[in-house]
């Protein structure tokens, strides 16, 4: 195993998708990570499948700040100084116009993506405050730069992470402590899935037509934002698909010349 070096990280929202990979490539670079989500079976999965590697299964919703304020309290000496918080749990649910939209699925996606945040944040980030040094990265999406039809209550719950996000370098300036936020845009991960009420064709059709980013290029993100030297604090991150140009708009195919023998190619 390794002896995670390199500091301990708690990453939200670990059991699919960014967190997953994030928690994957971190742990395996040299970091100690506390793999926090509500499934428990995906977390034993995660750690069946790196035996190797340096991380602490946490079975916990972000919405409930009291559960999350006793697990992280009995988290394992190892891995209880923690040195950087990822943001990572989050959901969309719904596509429709604000004016007939559900009331459950706008207070699932606040309740998680702003309220379940902010009690991450409140729980770990003034132990970094008190380190005098650590990283905050937040998870955010391009819906909170670009709108788009039936975007509305979760990319407002987005807007919400990018301004925080900047609030907080406002008010953590002489902490030692850095801010960054990761924009993605569309990413082939279970979040599709979890958008369309488990329907795999719809999700699958949200993809139909381009190479969307994998759950690594935001991994990979996350990480180059982490291994930056102390003098220097990447305040955002905004990464598409080249397919995708902004929104949920995307580039017309590209065609062959005529005459290659060659259809659409994405």
């Not at 891995?79 to 699932?108: C, M, T, Y």
């Not at 370098?169 to 979040?191: N, W």
């Amino acid at each position: 195993m390794n002896d995670g070096n390199l500091g301990v990280v708690f990453v939200s929202g670990a059991s699919s998708g960014f967190g997953m990979r994030t928690t994957e490539l971190l742990a395996g670079s040299g970091y100690r990570v506390v793999a926090a989500a509500r499934r428990r079976d995906r977390l034993e999965d995660l750690c069946a499948r790196n035996p190797a590697l340096a991380v602490c299964p946490l079975e916990v919703d972000v919405r409930d700040r009291e559960g999350l304020a006793r697990s992280i309290h009995r988290l394992p000496a190892d891995f209880r100084d923690v040195s950087a918080v990822i943001n990572n749990a989050g959901l969309s649910k719904g596509f429709e116009p604000v004016q007939s939209g559900v009331w459950g699925n706008w207070h699932e996606m606040i309740e998680t993506n702003v309220v379940g945040l902010l009690n991450v944040t409140e729980l770990l980030l003034p132990r970094l405050v008190e380190r005098g040094s650590g990283h905050v990265v937040n998870i955010g999406s391009i819906a909170g730069n670009y709108p788009y039809l039936g975007g509305n209550v979760y990319a407002a719950t987005k807007a919400f992470v990018h301004q925080l996000t900047l609030n907080m370098r406002a008010d953590l300036h002489g902490t030692g402590v850095r801010v960054s936020c990761i924009a993605p845009g569309k990413a082939e991960t279970e979040f599709a899935l979890v958008r369309h009420d488990g329907d795999h064709e719809r999700a699958r059709e949200t993809y139909r037509g381009i190479t969307p980013l994998d759950a690594d290029d935001v991994a990979e993100a996350v990480a180059w934002c982490l291994s930056r030297p102390p003098r220097v604090n990447i305040n955002m991150i905004e990464i598409m698909p080249t397919d995708q140009p902004f929104g949920l708009s995307f580039a017309p195919p590209r065609t062959e010349p005529a005459g290659t023998g060659k259809g659409t190619h994405l």
